[in-house]
Structure formats: C-alpha cells, structure tokens
C-alpha cells in the first residue's frame, strides 16, 4: 500500500464529503472559492516538494469543481515561472461558478487554454483534474480516450481529490482511471481510495483539510476506518514477570491434506510468533513427524479420524480450521466435529469453501476470506465481490454472523459491534504470494488465544501481518515469502 502514515482515520463516502463541504460553506460562511482556491495552493505545495524539478506541466481540467482546482494551480505554477499547458476536456461553456472564476483567473494571468488534442511530449508532470467525487458512470467517448492517453504517457501524474476514473465509494475503476503517481485528497478521505483498484490508481495518498473547522466533522457518521498498525499497536502491553503459557491460551490449527503440510505449519508458527502460549496441529499422519522436525515447539499429532480429533479439542480454547484443510471426505468430517465443538474459531481457505456448500452463522468465529472465496460464500461472482468490497463485506457479516475480514488490497474487517467496517492501509504487493493467507490465519488465532475478543484479534492480526509484510519487504516485494514475516511478526508484537 501507498505511505499512509500521515493520514486521518476517518474515511467517508462522496456524499458526506460533499455535506461537508456543503456545511463549511453555508453554515460557517467560509465561500466556496476560498476552499477551492486552498484545494488548488495545497496541491501545488504538494507539487512543488514532490517534484522540484518540474518545469513543464499539463493540466487537464474538466468542466465541474475539480476541473477548478485545476485551474487555480495551474495559475499558480504560472506565477511561479513553470510552462503550464492547460487542456479542457468538456465544453468550456458550461463551466459555472467558482469553477469559472478560477478559469478566468488563470487566463488573466496570461495563461491559454486548449482543448485536450493529446499531450505534449515534452512535459514533466501530468496534474489531474477531470472528474471528482461525483462520477458515478462508466467513462467513454473523448473522455476515455484522454485517461487512457495519461496512463501510456511517461510523466507521473498528481490527481486532485481522487484519480479521475475511479469510483470514491467503493474503488472501483469505472471503465479507465488515471494510474497517479500521488494523490491530494481534501475535507475527508474517502474510502475507496484504500481498497478495490484504488491503492492501484492513487499512488502516494496526501491529506489536505483545507482548514474548515474541526466541529463540522461531528455532524457526519464516519463511512469506515483506516486501520493501520502505529494505532493498533498501542492494544499491547508488557506481559507480567510471572507470567506462565497458560496464561496465553492454547490454539489448536487444523488442517494439512496431503501436500498440503506447509499451510498448519506456517499457520502454528504465526500463532506462536504472535503470542500464544501453547499451539498444536492436527494433520494427517505423515506429516506430524516432518512438522515437529521443522519447528519442535509445536506439538503435532496424526489425526485420521473425528474421533481423534476429540482430546485435542479438549485441550484448545480456540481453533483455526481451514489451512491446507482440502474438500475430501476427511476434511469434511473434520470440520465437522470442530464446528461442533463449541470452541471459538478462525476460519479460512477450504473450511471457507466448505462453508459455502453448507452455510451456517455464529456468533463466535472470524471468517478470513480472499474475493474468490468471499464470492463462493455469497453466490455470487469474483468480479461482483470486487466491485464492492465494503457491500460484499456487509453481506459476509450479516449471513454469517462474528468478524468478517475480507482479504485483498485494502483488507476489510466487519464485526458485529455498532463500529464502522475498517481498512487496513498498510501492506504491500509482495503478499501476493502462497501462505500469507495461512500467516493471517495463525496470527489472529494467536491473538483469540490470548484473550482478545474475535474483532479486536482479527484487527490486530489484520493490521500484524500486514506491517510485518512491510517490514519484511524492505529487501524486495518480489519474492517475498510468508515465511519471511515470521521475525518480524515477533519484533512487532513486543513493541518498544
């Protein structure tokens, strides 16, 4: 994910952002062309540390307020001394209000207008300013044929607000969205911008508030949360000095068909890297002596049958159920007898896949499920998840019951509580690889063990995993390995 360190936590939708905006200016009387004209300064202090360099910039401006702030920092980078190209996209005569006077000012101050041909060549930087919040059908027609001649364009791109192209609530690209190398983003951040194709489209987020006072944000209920670990981490405290592993409760991780040993063994290890006192692996027979040569902390036993299954049932206090668990006839049964063991849950990978064959809900459990998964568990298509992560986390929660945490850039997490769906805004895209699902699973029964309940532990071990990802990527993304995050897991877990 994009560096997010310095930005708010409260994420909205387009509408709310648009109340705001709509408060500050006709209940505080601050006017709506002292906002835009901030819009425009902050963006183009913003284009000034990030590229110093620039000398020669294309500004693309559509015809409603974005396309305003466009001109107002085109018209200052004009009073700066840099070569500005300013292209309109639309019809020049329907451009109104603030939006207007920002364009005549900019033309008073000697600047010129084209309408958008194509872009020069010879430009260092693309600032864009087509569409805001407002965009809610597919782009076409010239339009098209603009964002995507950004996009096979060479210059880094700066959008103002949000990339022209994507959808603010959901973060949805609507036919083609501009790929920003940065984006300024002003009032209220806005919740598509951290999941769906959004981490994709906006680059290096910035946050500006224009300075419209802070009372007006307590008239809006916050859309979602952004979740990152510098804010979760303060949840942990330094253990007792007589602390003892009974203490730290007891996981039981069950999984491991044939061939499929690698998934409970990274999923034991996260769970005991993350804290918990005791953790053992239920797995087919063959595996549980290569397991315990690999990492002799965890206690493995060879499980055929259900009924095998049950003294270690009776010694966990949570179960994780699902990695490398397969769909064969002794995976079913085991799940089987775990569901009804009355223990709390993780659930993940073909426990997930399972579930959707036989849907039940409870109150107890953490469901941990990629979009492929999340889309078998809801009847629906991959794409159909995608194209609304925030609805289609909703709808796991409500027909499943406990804390939905829906996987992907921008993980989300629903419980049943009255708070707002979070974020997570770190990671990054060397979790695109095999186990790091495996990883989350272990840690966030690591995390139940030890006495979180299901939605503070799947939003620790949501945002654990996801920072010790980041930690681990300091040598590379390409090539990174779940097994990569296990040092880190611990550094991160005995914060300073």
Same mark, same amino acid.
């Given at each position: 994910?994009?560096?997010?360190?310095?930005?708010?936590?409260?994420?909205?939708?387009?509408?709310?952002?648009?109340?705001?905006?709509?408060?500050?200016?006709?209940?505080?009387?601050?006017?709506?062309?002292?906002?835009?004209?901030?819009?425009?300064?902050?963006?183009?202090?913003?284009?000034?540390?990030?590229?110093?360099?620039?000398?020669?910039?294309?500004?693309?401006?559509?015809?409603?307020?974005?396309?305003?702030?466009?001109?107002?920092?085109?018209?200052?980078?004009?009073?700066?001394?840099?070569?500005?190209?300013?292209?309109?996209?639309?019809?020049?005569?329907?451009?109104?209000?603030?939006?207007?006077?920002?364009?005549?000012?900019?033309?008073?101050?000697?600047?010129?207008?084209?309408?958008?041909?194509?872009?020069?060549?010879?430009?260092?930087?693309?600032?864009?300013?087509?569409?805001?919040? #407002?965009? =809610?059908?597919?782009?076409? +027609?010239?339009? !098209?044929? $603009?964002? &995507? @001649?950004?996009?096979?364009?060479? %210059?880094?791109?700066?959008?103002?607000?949000?990339?022209?192209?994507?959808?603010?609530?959901?973060?949805?690209?609507?036919?083609?969205?501009?790929?920003?190398?940065?984006?300024?983003?002003?009032?209220?951040?806005?919740?598509?911008?951290?999941?769906?194709?959004?981490?994709?489209?906006?680059?290096?987020?910035?946050?500006?508030?224009?300075?419209?006072?802070?009372?007006?944000?307590?008239?809006?209920?916050?859309?979602?949360?952004?979740?990152?670990?510098?804010?979760?981490?303060?949840?942990?405290?330094?253990?007792?000095?007589?602390?003892?592993?009974?203490?730290?409760?007891?996981?039981?991780?069950? #999984?491991? =068909?044939?061939?499929?040993? +690698?998934?409970? !063994?990274? $999923?034991? &290890? @996260?769970?005991?890297?993350?804290? %918990?006192?005791?953790?053992?692996?239920?797995?087919?027979?063959?595996?549980?002596?290569?397991?315990?040569?690999?990492?002799?902390?965890?206690?493995?036993?060879?499980?055929?049958?259900?009924?095998?299954?049950?003294?270690?049932?009776?010694?966990?206090?949570?179960?994780?159920?699902?990695?490398?668990?397969?769909?064969?006839?002794?995976?079913?049964?085991?799940?089987?007898?775990?569901?009804?063991?009355?223990?709390?849950?993780?659930?993940?990978?073909?426990?997930?896949?399972?579930?959707?064959?036989?849907?039940?809900?409870?109150?107890?459990?953490?469901?941990?499920?990629?979009?492929?998964?999340?889309?078998?568990?809801?009847?629906?298509?991959? +794409?159909?998840?995608?194209?609304?992560?925030?609805?289609?986390?909703?709808?796991?929660?409500?027909?499943?019951?406990?804390?939905?945490?829906?996987?992907?850039?921008?993980?989300?997490?629903?419980?049943?509580?009255?708070?707002?769906?979070?974020?997570?805004?770190?990671?990054?895209?060397?979790?695109?690889?095999?186990?790091?699902?495996?990883?989350?699973?272990?840690?966030?029964?690591?995390?139940?063990?030890?006495?979180?309940?299901?939605?503070?532990?799947?939003?620790?071990?949501?945002?654990?995993?996801?920072?010790?990802?980041?930690?681990?990527?300091?040598?590379?993304?390409?090539?990174?390995?779940?097994?990569?995050?296990?040092?880190?897991?611990?550094?991160?877990?005995?914060?300073?």
């Amino acid at each position: 994910m994009p560096a997010t360190d310095n930005l708010p936590h409260a994420l909205y939708r387009a509408e709310q952002v648009r109340e705001l905006d709509r408060i500050t200016i006709e209940e505080h009387g601050i006017p709506g062309l002292i906002l835009m004209q901030r819009a425009g300064a902050a963006a183009f202090r913003l284009l000034q540390r990030r590229w110093p360099e620039a000398s020669r910039i294309a500004v693309l401006c559509g015809i409603g307020n974005n396309g305003g702030d466009g001109f107002v920092v085109a018209r200052l980078a004009l009073e700066a001394g840099l070569e500005v190209a300013l292209l309109q996209l639309g019809d020049p005569a329907r451009i109104r209000g603030d939006a207007l006077t920002c364009a005549r000012a900019f033309e008073a101050a000697g600047g010129g207008v084209m309408p958008f041909e194509t872009l020069p060549k010879e430009i260092d930087l693309v600032v864009d300013g087509v569409f805001g919040t #407002g965009l =809610e059908r597919e782009v076409t +027609g010239r339009w !098209r044929q $603009a964002l &995507e @001649a950004v996009n096979a364009h060479p %210059a880094p791109v700066l959008a103002l607000d949000i990339p022209s192209g994507l959808q603010s609530d959901s973060g949805q690209v609507l036919g083609v969205a501009l790929r920003a190398t940065a984006t300024i983003t002003f009032i209220g951040l806005k919740q598509g911008m951290l999941t769906g194709d959004g981490p994709d489209c906006c680059g290096e987020i910035s946050f500006d508030a224009l300075e419209i006072p802070a009372v007006i944000y307590s008239r809006e209920i916050l859309a979602a949360r952004r979740l990152d670990w510098r804010q979760q981490a303060t949840l942990l405290s330094p253990r007792r000095r007589t602390a003892h592993k009974g203490d730290y409760g007891h996981l039981l991780v069950v #999984g491991g =068909e044939q061939g499929y040993s +690698g998934a409970v !063994r990274m $999923a034991a &290890e @996260a769970a005991a890297r993350a804290g %918990a006192g005791l953790v053992s692996i239920a797995t087919r027979p063959g595996h549980a002596p290569l397991l315990n040569l690999t990492r002799p902390e965890l206690m493995c036993h060879g499980v055929d049958t259900p009924a095998q299954l049950e003294p270690l049932l009776q010694r966990a206090s949570v179960v994780a159920v699902g990695p490398g668990l397969g769909q064969g006839e002794w995976s079913r049964a085991l799940l089987e007898r775990t569901f009804r063991s009355g223990l709390p849950l993780v659930v993940d990978a073909d426990a997930l896949n399972l579930l959707a064959r036989a849907p039940t809900r409870r109150d107890d459990w953490v469901l941990t499920p990629h979009p492929g998964e999340a889309a078998r568990l809801l009847g629906c298509s991959t +794409g159909e998840v995608q194209a609304d992560r925030f609805q289609s986390l909703s709808r796991l929660q409500q027909r499943y019951g406990g804390v939905a945490v829906l996987k992907g850039a921008g993980t989300l997490l629903l419980g049943p509580s009255k708070r707002p769906p979070g974020v997570c805004s770190d990671g990054n895209p060397g979790m695109a690889s095999g186990g790091m699902g495996d990883v989350l699973t272990g840690i966030i029964g690591g995390l139940l063990a030890q006495g979180f309940d299901g939605e503070v532990a799947a939003t620790l071990g949501v945002c654990l995993h996801a920072a010790a990802a980041d930690r681990a990527a300091a040598a590379g993304e390409r090539g990174l390995l779940a097994s990569d995050l296990m040092p880190e897991i611990r550094r991160l877990v005995n914060p300073e």
